[in-house]
């Protein structure tokens, strides 16, 4: 079967604060299964909804500050795991902010270099 994906996964787990808009703000924590430019699979304690708002701010190594970004929960499941983040979404970035969006896609560059064995 072809891969119909635009942009490489990385298969990475990262540090997630998310917050659902349009609710009172309480902030949750999840992580990371994998990500690439457009998008990322988020495991969390509880179930979000297909079509959920989400704020979130991700933890990037050696980046001083947390990546703050928006997305769109394209799928959600239950995952067959005794683990406390039992849920998997799909989440679709909206727009990124400039600042945060050269130090993601930086992000993103270096780990693409450590795959194909180059270094930055």
């Not at 604060?17 to 430019?37: F, H």
């Not at 699979?41 to 947390?66: M, R, S, Y």
Request: with cysteine; charged share 30%; net charge neutral.
């Amino acid at each position: 079967m072809k891969e119909s994906r635009r942009f490489l996964r990385f298969d990475v787990a990262l540090k997630v604060d998310y917050m659902l808009q349009g609710e009172p703000k309480i902030e949750r924590t999840g992580s990371t299964k994998d990500v690439c430019a457009e998008g990322m699979q988020l495991l969390t304690e509880e179930k979000l909804q297909k079509g959920d708002k989400l704020e979130f701010k991700l933890t990037v190594p050696e980046a001083l500050n947390p990546v703050h970004l928006n997305g769109n929960v394209m799928w959600s499941k239950e995952m067959s795991s005794e683990q406390k983040l039992s849920y998997s979404s799909g989440v679709e970035f909206g727009d990124i902010e400039e600042d945060n969006k050269n130090t993601f896609l930086k992000f993103l560059c270096n780990l693409m270099y450590l795959k194909t064995g180059r270094t930055s």
